[in-house]
Structure formats: C-alpha cells, structure tokens
C-alpha cells in the first residue's frame, strides 16, 4: 500500500473518519491529566514561585506552534510537486490551529515573563521572531481567503509557508543564532542538565501529548470540513453549468 493513496479525498475520508473520535478522547484524557496534574500536584519552584506551573501551558503550545508550520511546510511541499489537493486542504486546515498555538504561547509568556523580568514584552529575538510568526499565520489565512481559484490560492500560501518557515526555524533555535536574550533555554533538552526537575517533567510530557493528540484532531477535523466544502464547491459550480 503506498502512502500517496491518502491523497485521495475518498481514501482519506473513509480512513479518517473512526480516527477522529478517538484521537479527540486520547487528547481530551491527556490535558486533563497533565494540566490537573502539573497545576494542582506539583510544588512551586524555589526562584520562580506558583509562576512555574505556566509551563504545562506555555512549552506545549509554543512547541505545537513551530511544528504547526512545519507539517504546513510539509503538506506545502507536497502540494507544489505532487499537486495532491488533500495536502493542500490540510496546511490550510492547520493554519488557525497553529495560529491560535502561537497566541497561547504569547499570552503565557507574557503572564510568565511580568514577574520574571518586571516587563510584559521584550524585543529578546525569540520573542520577535515569534511575533513575527504569528503575523505569517494571519497573512497565510488572508491570502487564502482573497484568492477565488482554490489552485492559486494554495500555490500562492505554499509559497508563503516557505517564506514564513525562516521565522519558524528562528523562533525554534533563536538561542542558538544569538548569544545574549532573556528568554530562557529549553525546556525539554537532549542535555540532560538543561531539562526541568522530574517533579516538573513528567506532567509537562502528558501536557505536550495533549496538545499533539489535540493538533491532530483538529486537523483532521478541518481538513474532513474543507473537503467536504470544496465537493460542496464542485456540486454548485455544476448546477450553474446545467
């Protein structure tokens, strides 16, 4: 069986459809734990206090926000050298998904960084560039909704999505592209002493499955509602025809 089968709307429909209810449960159970339990079961930190517990909230959706993008670039990529039209729908179904990540993730840090530096906003690059992303999140859903041809629109906003992948590459690495900045290191590391304490870790790590499993579904969800509204499209377009 190959992979490209998915690419066709009946396929996907047919294959999606019990995968949705149940991805949807599996993200429900798992917010619910890490949040309950990362908000409600953990101590607070020694330096930072009860402002800690912002994290199971905060890394999740800045996470998802970044790779939101990347599965937008992915299911781009496809569209512009397969011209599957599934992988089209789906970036566009991604795309306020993503975009209400990256306001999550602004909102948190906001309310997490005011008492750690005595200022709701700072230009650290981090910061910018995730700005910045989220105004590519806001462009990209415009200029899908400006354009009347389906085909154009999704040539134009997979081009758009490489454009935007540069600021979803800095948001992810800024730390690494500039030395000074107060946004602090990762949270979740390959280095085993820049990870949080255990304590913190493993209710962010069932927060940070809630949110992938809450991505999917929401994905599927829309991407199942566009193919639907794009057949919709065709049945109309044939009746003004007849």
Not at 21 to 27: D, E, G, K
Not at 206 to 223: D, E, M, P
């Amino acid at each position: 069986m190959s992979l490209w089968e998915y690419a066709n709307p009946r396929k996907f429909m047919a294959t999606t459809a019990p995968l949705v209810p149940v991805v949807s449960i599996l993200a429900g159970l798992c917010l619910a734990a890490g949040l309950v339990w990362g908000f409600f079961f953990t101590p607070d930190d020694f330096r930072q206090g009860s402002t800690v517990k912002i994290i199971y909230l905060h890394v999740p959706a800045a996470m998802m926000a970044i790779n939101a993008w990347a599965m937008m670039l992915v299911a781009s990529l496809i569209w512009l050298v397969r011209r599957h039209h599934v992988s089209a729908l789906a970036a566009k179904a991604a795309a306020p998904v993503g975009m209400t990540f990256t306001m999550i993730a602004l909102a948190t840090g906001a309310l997490w960084g005011q008492p750690m530096w005595g200022s709701w906003w700072e230009w650290d690059p981090r910061l910018t560039a995730f700005l910045v992303l989220f105004l590519f999140y806001l462009g990209y859903q415009a200029l899908w909704a400006a354009i009347e041809d389906p085909d154009s629109a999704a040539d134009l906003t997979s081009v758009l999505c490489l454009v935007g992948s540069v600021f979803a590459v800095i948001s992810r690495y800024a730390l690494l592209f500039w030395n000074q900045g107060l946004h602090q290191g990762a949270s979740l590391s390959m280095d085993a002493e820049e990870n949080v304490s255990d304590v913190f870790w493993l209710p962010l790590v069932v927060s940070i499955a809630g949110f992938v499993l809450l991505f999917v579904a929401l994905v599927l969800y829309r991407t199942r509602t566009e193919i639907r509204a794009r057949r919709l499209q065709a049945l109309e377009a044939r009746e003004r025809m007849a």
